[in-house]
């Protein structure tokens, strides 16, 4: 089965932990990428990676740190510097460099709840 | 910046057509998305046209694009409550790659 696959589905935190979301893909995919989606509002880009061993901050990347050691794994680390990361995190991968086909492929989220 | 727009809500009867707009500002858009977001999960790829396309038909979807108005409908022929759902609209820029994605539309289908 290829896919993506994040977890926990669910995890909860207490102020001032750090947490790392898991983000793994057998797609072959060169780039991946870290979203938050809050209620009403679309998703908003964490970090992303192009290749392994690179990555780029996203438009709201205070707070989080990633790290891409393979090409099958992208994992993101909320910080307890993250003001409010109670929210859904989503992860996607592409085939960049590719226009016709980069296409973004979502797994199915994790849901961060700080308590 | 760059930004795209969605309507926030709509509601249908089962059987009848939906359409979800979308506006967005960045000209240099090269492709235009349409996700679904069903209740707790990730987001399923409906489908995407060229910015050189005017008119897309898969199915069920049909996506049109006025590119001088920007603006992008997703139409849903004979709606189903499964169709129940989010839907977000996303341009991707032509000048950074970035998937800029609108806020979600949320489609309730009546029986």
């Known amino acids: 089965d290829g896919g993506i696959t994040q977890s926990p589905k669910y995890l909860f935190r207490k102020e001032g932990q750090n947490v790392t979301l898991s983000c793994e893909q057998n797609l072959n995919h060169d780039a991946m990428y870290w979203y938050r989606q809050d209620p009403g509002q679309g998703l908003r880009l964490i970090y992303y990676s192009q290749i392994v061993n690179d990555f780029q901050k996203g438009d709201i990347a205070e707070g989080y740190s990633v790290s891409r050691e393979k090409k099958e794994s992208f994992p993101l680390t909320v910080t307890s510097a993250q003001k409010n990361p109670t929210a859904f995190y989503l992860c996607?991968?592409?085939?960049?460099?590719?226009?016709?086909?980069?296409?973004?492929?979502f797994g199915p989220g994790t849901r961060l709840t700080v308590l | 910046g760059e930004d795209v727009e969605q309507s926030l809500f709509l509601s249908v009867r089962e059987g009848d057509s939906s359409v979800i707009n979308c506006t967005y500002t960045?000209?240099?858009?090269?492709?235009l998305y349409w996700y679904k977001q069903e209740p707790g999960a990730g987001l399923q790829l409906l489908t995407y046209i060229f910015s050189n396309m005017d008119m897309k038909q898969d199915q069920r979807l049909t996506v049109l694009l006025n590119k001088k108005d920007k603006h992008l409908s997703l139409r849903i022929a004979d709606t189903q409550t499964g169709d129940s759902a989010i839907y977000f609209c996303a341009g991707r820029s032509g000048n950074t790659g970035k998937l800029i994605f609108g806020q979600g539309t949320t489609l309730q289908v009546k029986p």
């Open positions: 996607a991968s592409s085939i960049f460099g590719v226009p016709s086909t980069d296409t973004q492929y």
């Open positions: 960045d000209s240099s858009s090269t492709y």
